[in-house]
């Protein structure tokens, strides 16, 4: 008898050297959202497990935003249902029906799911490791001296220990999404949410932004990110959720979905960006 030595795919070696996440898990239910008469979101579910990376692609207007925002409760949706650990970050149960929660307890449970913006969000009258502290002293309830603390880690985790005190205008893009992201982990999220993370920097500056992405996958986070860098959502995702007029019209690993598309829509879309 012969044996054969399989050796593992890019993709595998990936994946087995992350870290073993047992938070973060995201269970999205029949999620319909409309704004008017235009329907964005269509029974939309989905189950990503702690520390799956997922990548959400689709074309302009198919509701990734959206999607994303709605995990988050940063968007309400008119029916259906998003957990994190089993906890609604907009609403509690009673009985059978869900409640909105009053502000201050969304804006606490919203420190569990971090968002990352397209334009990094800044406040520009602070600096680096200004705009870090705020987020745990006003939501965690940290002394000034220990958000610092965690502010210069978290700085130095994204490369950035000597650019604590540039003000935003001093900084590149890249640095800018760096202390971005530095400030989202700054309240330990469960899980992190990117909204086209790279799509406002200069090409160059692209790849420092998602080194740190990559780390945070290693690290075990929990990640949903909407990129249109198909290349890096190959790279980096565990699995890639293709969405079309609010629809997940396929969904699998990057092999599965960017080699062997079943769906005809995804491969008119996959022809289009590749
Ligand atoms: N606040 C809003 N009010 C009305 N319509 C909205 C609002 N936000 C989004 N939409 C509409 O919802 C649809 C989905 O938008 P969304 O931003 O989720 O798409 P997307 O896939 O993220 O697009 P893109 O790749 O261009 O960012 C679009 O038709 C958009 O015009």
Do not use: C, W
């Amino acid at each position: 008898m012969t044996s054969t030595t399989l050796t593992p795919s890019f993709d595998e070696q990936y994946v087995a050297t992350r870290k073993v996440a047992t938070v973060g898990r995201v269970e999205i239910s029949d999620v319909t959202k409309s704004y008017g008469a235009n329907t964005v979101l269509r029974d939309v579910s989905l189950a990503i497990e702690p520390g799956q990376v997922v990548a959400l692609i689709g074309p302009s207007g198919s509701g990734k935003s959206t999607l994303l925002r709605a995990i988050n409760h940063l968007e309400t949706v008119d029916r259906g249902s998003v957990t994190v650990d089993g906890q609604y970050i907009g609403y509690e149960r009673r009985g059978d029906t869900l409640h909105e929660l009053r502000e201050a307890e969304i804006l606490r449970r919203r420190t569990q799911v971090g968002l990352v913006f397209q334009n990094f969000n800044l406040f520009p009258h602070l600096t680096a490791i200004e705009n870090i502290i705020e987020a745990p002293v006003a939501h965690k309830r940290l002394t000034r001296p220990d958000a610092r603390a965690l502010a210069e880690g978290l700085l130095a985790r994204v490369g950035l220990a000597d650019k604590a005190d540039h003000y935003p205008r001093q900084l590149s893009g890249g640095q800018q999404q760096r202390v971005a992201i530095a400030r989202a982990l700054a309240l330990s999220p469960k899980v992190l949410l990117f909204d086209e993370p790279t799509s406002a920097l200069d090409p160059e500056l692209v790849g420092e932004v998602l080194d740190v992405i990559r780390g945070l996958a290693r690290d075990g986070t929990t990640l949903v990110i909407v990129t249109h860098e198909i290349g890096f959502a190959r790279e980096v995702a565990d699995r890639i959720v293709f969405l079309d007029h609010g629809e997940i019209v396929e969904q699998g690993t990057p092999g599965q979905v960017l080699r062997n598309a079943r769906h005809r829509r995804t491969r008119d879309f996959l022809a289009k960006v590749l």
